[in-house]
């Protein structure tokens, strides 16, 4: 079955720099890959996400790369604010009408003021 | 809209005893997700419905957990003999067209 792992764990960046987040996936079959961001007590929450008919997705200071041949993917958040301190899940899920969407283990990124 | 609900917000129980744990989807999505989340991990997926049959059913970790949807709607999730292994949030999502994943809040386990 399909596995995801995430790194870092954990990443501090100052306030306006860049954020990065990686991820790899073991199943050559999933073609779906979304990201999620989790606030404390609450339920993960989509941001953005990308299918495999593509490389690259952007929205706003949020942008998502796939390299389909590595397996990898890639959250890139520019101009960090301190709200987006949280933590960010990437998963991977072969995309029928619904189907298993697996998670990574997780990142929880701080924001220095 | 309401979004997805789960009740109840925390649930504290014994070793050996039985729970249920409920959740209410957005109205009109045809699939829910049942998955757990321990401390520091990413949500470890269960189970999930397509209207009311459990389409994969391999996340479910042994014969104590089993998942109920009969109208398509409300789905719960009932463990029997818990363990303190058990404890964790246990998190819903809901969604048309197997995008994008509406999560509720969670249920925190507690198994003492």
């Known amino acids: 079955g399909e596995n995801v792992e995430q790194h870092p764990s954990t990443l501090s960046v100052q306030e306006g720099d860049s954020a990065v987040i990686k991820c790899t996936y073991s199943?050559?079959?999933?073609?779906?890959f979304p990201w999620y961001k989790q606030e404390l007590g609450k339920g993960p929450q989509l941001i953005i996400d990308?299918?495999?008919?593509?490389g690259e997705k952007k929205d706003q200071r949020i942008a998502v790369t796939l390299n389909k041949t590595a397996k990898h993917f890639s959250l890139h958040i520019t101009e960090t604010q301190p709200e987006d301190s949280a933590v960010y899940f990437c998963?991977?899920?072969?995309?029928?009408?619904?189907?298993?969407?697996?998670f990574g283990s997780g990142t929880r990124l701080s924001i220095r003021p | 809209g309401a979004g997805v609900s789960q009740t109840p917000s925390n649930k504290v129980t014994e070793k050996g005893k039985y729970v249920e744990l409920r959740c209410d989807p957005i109205s009109g999505h045809t699939a829910l997700y049942w998955y757990r989340q321990s401390l520091g991990q990413g949500p470890e997926f269960l189970i999930y419905?397509?209207?009311?049959?459990?389409?994969?059913d391999s996340g479910l970790p042994n014969d104590r957990f089993f998942a109920v949807r009969p109208e398509g709607s409300v789905s719960t999730l009932k463990i029997q003999r818990t363990e303190r292994g058990d404890s964790a949030v246990y998190l819903c999502?809901?969604?048309?067209?197997?995008?994008?994943?509406?999560f509720g809040p969670g249920t925190r386990l507690t198994v003492l």
């Open positions: 419905f397509q209207g009311t049959g459990a389409a994969d």
């Open positions: 999502a809901s969604t048309t067209l197997g995008e994008r994943l509406y």
């Open positions: 199943d050559s079959a999933s073609n779906y």
């Open positions: 998963a991977a899920s072969y995309n029928s009408s619904a189907s298993k969407i697996i």
């Open positions: 990308i299918r495999s008919n593509v």
